[in-house]
């Protein structure tokens, strides 16, 4: 491994912080329900922005951190675990054939989060993100006769299904990668709790003021509103 953990989580710190220089509260409608990513997470927990920060400002820390784990994980499968190595790129390569895929290549503040907004009751969408990116590609159609030729090539046979005695070697190795995983996220967490008073100065400086602003803009709004006598 080129670089350390701890160097790579300070680099995607180090990015984060001046993403949130740019940050800007949302006007749009918020989300309809709590993010797998964020709530509940030891990584927002040990950065210190479990509360009272919003969801966007955690959400692009956590997912920082994700690709730290998961280029680590990556590494370690890559170089001890041959068979689940195998596999992930045969899951690559189906993936790769999908016609449309909307959430491949967003920058790590959008990652993780729903492809399309909740539609209102009224108002429902034609189509949605998510439902093109479920289409599978067209199967090709079979050439005629008269096209055919001796070089042309043929669709891949299927593979044949793993033996028991594989099926048990490629779990031995999926437990040995959740348990490298855990040990990353271990180092991650111990890291981002070093981090913490930067991330925290940070978000005192760049969003807080928005938010009170925000609550603030809101107040003067509700003033407007008559009152029961």
């Not at 509260?25 to 927990?45: D, E, M, N, Y």
């Not at 966007?56 to 820390?61: F, G, I, S, T």
């Not at 491949?104 to 949605?128: H, I, K, N, V």
Request: hydrophobic share 40%; aromatic share 6%; proline share 10%.
């Amino acid at each position: 491994m080129d670089r350390s953990i701890e160097s790579r989580v300070n680099h995607e710190v180090e990015t984060w912080l001046r993403w949130i220089t740019r940050w800007r509260p949302a006007t749009h409608r918020g989300r309809a329900r709590l993010c797998r990513q964020c709530f509940g997470s030891p990584i927002v927990a040990s950065a210190g922005i479990a509360v009272d920060v919003p969801h966007v400002v955690q959400h692009a820390l956590s997912m920082r951190m994700k690709i730290v784990i998961d280029a680590s994980v990556d590494e370690y499968t890559e170089l001890n675990l041959p068979m689940l190595a195998h596999e992930l790129n045969l899951s690559e390569r189906r993936e790769s054939a999908q016609a449309y895929r909307p959430a491949e290549g967003l920058d790590p503040e959008f990652r993780g989060l729903d492809l399309d907004p909740q539609p209102a009751a009224d108002a429902p969408y034609l189509f949605t993100f998510s439902e093109l990116a479920d289409q599978q590609p067209p199967e090709p159609q079979p050439a005629s006769t008269q096209s055919v030729t001796p070089h042309a090539s043929k669709p891949a046979d299927p593979l044949p299904p793993l033996t028991a005695e594989e099926k048990a070697a490629l779990k031995g190795e999926m437990q040995l990668a959740d348990e490298f995983a855990t040990q990353v996220g271990l180092r991650v967490c111990a890291q981002l709790a070093h981090e913490r008073p930067r991330l925290l100065a940070a978000i005192a400086q760049y969003v807080e003021p928005q938010v009170q602003a925000l609550l603030a803009d809101l107040e003067s709004t509700l003033d407007f509103w008559p009152r029961n006598p």
